[in-house]
């Protein structure tokens, strides 16, 4: 019997805010009850920590120069030909084309804004930029049922576009959108018999900024906890003005992850109590990280551990047995992975990404599944504004990170992570270091990746064992 396959994601919630991990002072109960009666999985990793990027991945298992999505979607990008192709398959057409009854509630942010949608949507920020679309039907990507907008930051006011509506039919909502967005994924539940199974995904805004539209009510753990207590990652400067601004952001960021963690609990009891013999498979996850001070910086679409770890919770009762796995997941397994847990095989050989299924329905351990030598790739595409790009590998133990400047040249770090998880002590000289950039670029060749510092990086370690110069 095939199982249903409900999917949460809460965007730019990083795996240190998984109070079960003991790391971040913040509180989540209910996600903690679910890592312990799950698979825990401490070693996933965002590809791209960026919301548009990481998405597509995670959706078709196909790399960004493939599935189209290299940059965030907006309409700047949108004129550079960014955004999900249309007819691409994902887990999602997949599972639809296998008789489950598919769902998207939430935010999206794949679809590249059309005039009309400056007037029908959110509007055009303060940037310049149109980041909130509609998604007709026909692109929605194997989603029969949606609720569902682009890109708009309004948690306390939001609005959605429902499945038969045109683009100027949205509905407005005066609620905190999570608790919204959770009340609908429920009602949908309920109104489903156990006949097929069901594929539902809950695309959560927050703790996503802005961070003060959050309610009061989750604010009092965090009102009182001063700057060292809030960020306790030896990799923040305090007394800096950098952790300071991180400090008030994370009341307000912790408070938005309590929320987000009361509404898997409202989930997770929605889904126990459904009656049938169909085993429901529940997997809690993010699009990338945030900062919040280290390094110095506040936001993500970094290759540092705060922006690229994720928190992955696979929960199926009598399915997925209680445990841990230090298995890397980086963001292409996620659409082959959720398919095999599904039993359906990903036969498209545009999704490169890796099915981690049969690890995940066997981990009983954290050593379950662990390779030192698997890797999570790293991708960052130039932009107009930011002519930058970088790739990279992270292992269990180590990460090479390769950014090219196209006015300086190219920029390399190397960390030790078993030494060094708070990257402090970048050794790109190391010879860990030119193994692991051998094997980048060994990666850059199989793939044919069209990198503007490929050829650096071949010249800085050519024979994948030391640096020369």
Known sequence: MRPNILVVMADQFRASALGVLGEDPVHTPNLDRLAREGCLATQAVSSYPVCSPHRA????????????????????????GVGLRDGLPTWASLLRDRGYRTGYIGKWHLEPPVAEDELHGEGRRDDGKVWDAWSPPARRFGFDFWYSY??????????????????????EVDRWSAEHET????????????????????????????????????????????????????????????????????????????GVDEQVGRLAEAVARREGSRPTVTLFTSDHGMQLGSHGLLYKNVAYEESVRLPLIVHAPGMVPAGETGLIIDSLDFAPTILGLAGIPADDPRMVGRDRSAVLLEAESSAAGADDSEAALYLRHASRADPASGRGLRTRTAKVIATWHPETGLDVQFFDLVSDPFELDSRPSCADAAALAGELLRVLDATDDPWAGRSALTAAYPAGARVTG
């Open 150 to 171: 682009g890109a708009t930051d309004r948690h306390l006011a939001p609005h959605y576009w429902t499945t038969d509506a045109e683009r100027h039919e949205r509905v």
């Open 183 to 258: 009340d609908v994924a429920i009602a949908y539940l309920a109104d489903l018999d156990d006949a097929a199974p069901f594929a539902l995904m809950v695309s959560l805004n927050p703790p996503h900024q802005p961070f003060d539209q959050v309610p009061d009510r989750y604010r009092a753990p965090y009102a009182d906890l001063d700057e060292r207590t809030l960020l306790n990652r030896p990799n923040v400067a305090h007394g800096t003005p950098v952790a300071e601004e991180a400090a008030a952001i994370a009341r307000d960021y912790f408070a938005a992850v309590t």
């Open 57 to 80: 991945m995670f959706l078709t298992g196909m790399r960004p120069e493939v599935n189209g999505v290299t940059l965030n979607v907006h309409s700047e990008s949108a004129l550079d």
